[in-house]
């Protein structure tokens, strides 16, 4: 499969793709940041799945560097890739779980047969991870598993809210 990534600057709960992935918190019971905006687009449906699974099978929330998916409810996108990334350490490197949150949530948009997926800046916001390095290992870990070709997602786009975050991405694009 071809590499296909496309940087945007745009609001994330604007996209008409197959799955929107939310940088959510362990709880998915919504938030700040893209986590809360998602949860007030999407409308009641979104939180009911959440408490679900809460009440199901993650008793005790979604850990650090996981994924899972819920409908989209009111978005144009069919369904919500809840992933968490770590917060940032100035003391211990945890790039393997963001790295993770990026490979949970197309893992789990190929599980659901989404083609069309759209990012935010996992971890670069209330978490704290700067920008250029979050913009780094999202690209890098994105085209990694693009370019394995197994599954379904044909496209990624990363949904950036500021012009620093979409120049961060773009540089580590390479664009």
Known sequence: MTDYLEIVRGDITDQAVDAIVNAANSSLLG??????????????????????????????????GQAVATTGGELDARWVVHAVG?????????????????RSSLRVARELGARTVAFPAISAGV????????ARVAISTVRAVLSSG??????????????????????????
């Open 127 to 134: 978490y704290g991870w700067p920008m250029d390095d979050a």
């Open 150 to 175: 197994v599954g379904s997602v044909e496209s990624v786009r990363f949904v950036l809210f500021s012009e620093e975050a979409l120049s961060a991405f773009r540089t580590a694009a390479g664009e």
């Open 31 to 64: 938030g700040g940041g893209v986590d809360g905006a998602i949860h007030r687009r999407g409308g009641p449906a979104i939180l009911e799945a959440c408490r679900e699974l809460r009440a199901t099978v993650l008793p005790d929330g979604l850990p650090t």
């Open 86 to 102: 770590p917060v940032w350490s100035s003391r211990e490197d945890r790039t393997p779980l963001l790295q993770n949150a990026y």
